[in-house]
């Protein structure tokens, strides 16, 4: 590929929309995880924010589209996140989706990020995440610099229960993190993380 001049006003990024055949179940999912709310549905689509851009998740449900039973080992788009200011908010999150039985697959300690992944409707993964420095600058530069994220860069599994458990407890946040990045919270079963193989 012949790269263009270096860009000069970098776009941000502004939604993601999904092919589904589950209109609604779509749009109330993502309503109940992570509060997106319709600016305008039809028959065949929906566009849905959960703050001020006019969208942020949007669905078309054209017909002719069809489910793809095999998408786990077919080159797509694995998952989209959503990030939440503190560890408290991403523990509260989960224990109201919990409270409705609306469950993370596989939960990641990624050093860099507190990480529960949820599957939607149409099985497509939605992150949700804290940033473990607090602070974006930090955890670039531990992730560009760290031999514990060069040794470890998928993640280690963890339990969230047994987490807040722990801070109801008293254990301090930082100490917490140190403990589930060392595997001290791991789950009884193993997550799925929607990747072929084992
Ligand atoms: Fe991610």
Redesign the pocket.
Known sequence: MRMPKPIQHKPILHHVTFKTTRLQEMIDWYQAVVGCIPNFTDAVASWTTNDTANHRIAFLAIPGIEEDPDKIKHANMH?T?FEFGTHEALFDNYERLAAVDILPVCCLDHGLTM?FYYSDPDSNLV?LQADNFGNWVLSARWMQTSEDFKREPIGVEVDPPRMIRALQDGMPLSDLLKASRAGKFLPSTRGNLYLPGP
């Open positions: 998952h996140a990480s992150e």
